[in-house]
Each structure stands twice: as C-alpha cells, then as structure tokens.
C-alpha cells in the first residue's frame, strides 16, 4: 500500500519541533550542570570574564578620549576620571547571553558549517554590543547619574535582547535553510 499524501488542514510534521525542544533540553541539564553546579560556584570563569569586559570597556573610553582606568584593587571596576564608576558582575558579564544566543542556533535546524561561523559570529557580536553597553554605563553615571538605574535596567537590555532576536529571526529565516532549499518569507 502506498502513503498517502496528508489531507489538507492535517497537522505539520512535528519532528523538527521535538528535535528542537530536545536539543533546547539537552542544552539547559548542560548549563545547569556545567554552569550552575560547576563552574558557577567555581567563580573563576565569571571573574576572568568580568575583568575582561571591564578592561575592553576601559579601552573603549580611553579610545574616545575619557580618562577612564581599571581599579588598581578591584579588576571589575571602571573608574572615570579616578572615581568609581561601574562594577561588571557576573549576571552582566554576558556568558548567559552567549549561552542562550548558541543553544538556540544548536537547537534550531540547519547547516553544521554555518553554525560553526554564525555561532561564534554572534557571540562576538554580543561581546561587542557589551563592552559598548558597559562604556556607555561609565558614561552614564559621570554624565547623567539620575538615568543610570533606568538605562541600566531598560535601555541597554532593550537593545542587547533586541540584537540577540535579530539574530535568532537572521538564522531561522536566512541561514538555516539548507542552500538548495526555497527561503520562507
């Protein structure tokens, strides 16, 4: 007997959904365990990622012509002009960004040799897009201190989040379709 071809209206095949919401779950019992019971209590990654951010950011300024510098007793702290200025901490480091940005791209279907350039692609991107953010916090806080706590909290996660679904929308609309297949707009 030979299949027949699904009815008009007949549900979708849902494989790719259930290789995704397994791929998805696969990725958050790695993050739990990897991160949350390892190297998160661990500290040793988010503190070397927290000055890396702080000194990039630093960088920047000093780039822009600010006289900004790193704290001589404290590697996450930015200081304008001597003063105290922004601390980066862990949950603003941007690892679970990076985190998010790739298991969502691993999960979601598509070509192994993009991911293996989009992946990183983005997560520079990210990267970027935080140095800029803490920078523009240092700013912020010499400049124009009564804005600091709603750009903090609302502005710069605004746009970082924002950046991150344009990404997530550029991989599912454009890249991960296979290069022989018809794009879905």
């Known amino acids: ?5 699904p009815a ?4 979708p095949d ?17 993050w739990f365990f990897g991160y949350q019971q390892w190297l998160g209590p ?16 630093v960088g920047l300024l000093q780039g822009l012509g600010f006289e900004a510098s790193v704290s001589p007793t404290y590697d996450q702290l930015v200081l304008m002009s001597g003063r105290p200025s922004v601390v980066v901490y862990p949950p603003c480091n941007g690892l679970v960004l990076y985190a998010l940005f790739g298991g969502f791209v691993l999960a979601f ?7 293996a350039w989009f992946i990183p692609a983005g997560m ?3 990267w970027g897009l935080n140095v800029l953010r803490v920078a523009a916090l240092a700013i912020n806080h010499r400049y124009a201190h009564s804005s600091l706590e709603f750009n903090h909290h609302y502005t710069f996660n605004f746009v970082v989040y924002g950046c991150i679904f344009g990404l997530w929308m550029l991989w599912a609309r454009r890249l991960a379709v296979a290069p022989n297949a018809p794009a879905h707009d």
């Open 109 to 115: 279907p598509g070509p192994w040799r993009r991911k």
């Open 124 to 126: 520079a991107l990210i």
């Open 14 to 30: 849902n494989r790719l959904l259930f290789r995704f919401l397994l791929v998805a779950a696969a990725m958050y019992l790695a």
């Open 8 to 11: 008009a209206g007949a549900p």
């Open 1 to 5: 007997m030979l299949p027949s071809a």
């Open 42 to 57: 661990d500290g040793r990654l988010d503190a070397a990622l927290c000055a890396q951010i702080t000194r990039s950011s």
